[in-house]
């Protein structure tokens, strides 16, 4: 995809991974509406020539406010990154809140986002949706729910790209490792820098890949071609 010109809106852009992904399409040419929580963040944002909406994907006045947002506008890039962790536990009734609220975030908001704006996107002559998921969506840990909402959103991922297949949208789907954000801070180990797996998703977006497997998860995704148990018996360790 020739960026240059191209509209593009990434949510979650305001922070970690999709501030990243933000400024790399930025510099490649394109035009870029970020969606976010934080007031602070967002005019941060705004003062680097962004277009921004205050959202929380989390309800469906967040969504209802990006579709607004997003009316009458030549939307030809959605990069569904928004995500949030949870605190559930299956041991703890209390925690199945924290576990909606992620199912809510993670999934359900891109699923509503692809299907509101894919009229628009199918208007353009070249359009393309990227739902970033996780390297854990192909083998979970035990974060049970964030685990599943990626494990999901890669199912709906595989299943709308070949519905729209032979339309003008692309989809893509983005799996990072575990990356330097301010969700895996108290996280220790090994991380991928936020600039780094944004670029190997631009990259993917601009050469048209349908999936781009993000650092270590190169490696992953051979593991498991080679042994899907063994590769679930890894990462469940992790």
């Known amino acids: 995809m020739d960026l240059r010109g191209k509209l593009a809106l990434v949510t979650g852009g ?17 035009d870029v509406i ?29 969504v209802e406010a990006v579709v607004a947002g997003m009316a009458s506008k030549p939307l030809a890039l959605l990069v569904n ?9 299956v041991n703890r009734v209390e925690t199945l809140e924290s576990a909606a609220h992620c199912i809510r975030t993670n999934l ?10 894919l009229p628009t996107l199918r208007a353009q002559p ?4 990227v739902n970033v998921t996780s390297g854990l969506a192909i083998a979970p840990s035990t974060g049970a729910v964030y685990c599943a909402t990626k494990a999901a959103l890669r199912s709906y991922t595989q ?23 301010n969700m895996t801070a108290a996280r220790a180990g090994k991380k991928m820098s936020a600039h780094d797996c944004a670029a190997e998703i631009v990259r993917g977006i601009r050469t048209g890949k349908s999936e781009v497997n993000a650092g270590m998860v190169k490696i992953l ?18």
């Open 14 to 30: 305001s922070d970690g991974i999709g501030r990243e992904i933000a400024l790399q399409l930025q510099g490649a040419g394109a």
């Open 34 to 62: 970020v969606t976010g929580r934080s007031a602070e963040k967002l005019q941060a944002m705004a003062s680097l020539g962004f277009g921004t909406i205050a959202s929380d994907l989390s309800t469906p006045e967040g």
């Open 81 to 89: 990154n928004a995500g949030v962790g949870s605190a559930y536990d």
């Open 108 to 117: 359900d908001a891109p699923i509503a986002l692809c299907t509101r704006l």
């Open 126 to 129: 070249e359009a393309t949706i």
């Open 159 to 181: 299943s709308i790209r070949a519905l729209l297949k032979g339309t003008s949208v692309h989809v893509i789907e983005a799996l990072p490792p575990v990356v330097e954000t």
């Open 221 to 238: 995704q051979l593991v498991h071609s080679i042994s899907p148990a063994l590769a679930r018996r890894i990462m469940i360790r992790f």
